[in-house]
T-cell receptor, first 116, second 117 residues
Framework: GAGVSQTPSNKVTEKGKYVELRCDPI?????LYWYRQSLGQGPEFLIY????????DSGLPNDRFFAVRPEGSVSTLKIQRTERGDSAVYLC??????????????FGPGTRLTVL | AQKVTQAQTEISVVEKEDVTLDCVYE???????LFWYKQPPSGELVFLIR??????QNEISGRYSWNFQKSTSSFNFTITASQVVDSAVYFC??????????????FGTGTRLQVTL
């Protein structure tokens, strides 16, 4: 079946602009996660959803970052007033939400964001 | 706070050699999960294994094996008879266990494995 998909694959924007990154999880997966990966580093947690609600948003770096998942499937990560330091690969993952496969997260290909 | 340390930044081996990737973790939780992921040059993270903190049995899957030692807070990963296709960055990760069925992963900085002919 289809894996996690993310669009766009690449996004170049100018400092101060607004961007939206989209994630389509694996069908039927109830949990959805956003991570950010800078060059040479491991993924860094941003936020995760259980259904439509944000269960943990402790990783969002500041109030310029916001994410939604209005129907419990597709999620959008929104970044306002982008800064050069926001440049990174933004990864989305999903998991079934079942105890038997607790937290086995399957990742998408990522969106590479470059802020000029 | 949770922390994962992968002290080996980069390892180079010749094909058919065995190689072990180290992972040391820190957590105050008594119950937790440990993971390994592979990130090939294409960039997409691939899930390899999940291990519950209660289960200290070693696991083998083909050429891959994992050694979990709670006493030393380590979860090391060994590739036997390495192949060029094993070249990738490997990440160790840790998650808490909460009342729900999901929680965030805390990743290490990764170990880049280069396998040459």
């Amino acid at each position: 079946g289809a894996g996690v998909s993310q669009t766009p694959s690449n996004k170049v924007t100018e400092k101060g602009k607004y961007v939206e990154l989209r994630c389509d999880p694996i069908s039927g997966h109830t949990a959805l996660y956003w991570y950010r990966q800078s060059l040479g580093q491991g993924p860094e947690f941003l936020i995760y959803f259980q259904g439509t609600g944000a269960a943990d948003d402790s990783g969002l770096p500041n109030d310029r970052f916001f994410a939604v998942r209005p129907e419990g499937s597709v999620s959008t990560l929104k970044i306002q007033r982008t800064e050069r330091g926001d440049s990174a690969v933004y990864l989305c993952a999903s998991s079934t939400g079942s105890q038997s496969s607790y937290n086995e997260q399957f990742f998408g290909p990522g969106t590479r964001l470059t802020v000029l | 706070a949770q922390k994962v340390t992968q002290a080996q930044t980069e390892i180079s081996v010749v094909e058919k050699e065995d190689v072990t990737l180290d992972c040391v973790y820190e957590t105050r939780d008594t119950t937790y999960y440990l993971f390994w992921y592979k990130q090939p040059p294409s960039g997409e993270l691939v899930f390899l294994i999940r291990r519950n903190s209660f289960d200290e049995q070693n696991e083998i899957s083909g050429r891959y094996s994992w050694n979990f030692q709670k006493s030393t807070s380590s979860f090391n990963f060994t590739i036997t008879a390495s192949q060029v296709v094993d070249s990738a960055v490997y990440f160790c990760a840790l998650s808490e266990v909460n009342t729900g069925t999901a929680s965030k992963l805390t990743f290490g900085t990764g170990t880049r494995l280069q396998v040459t002919l």
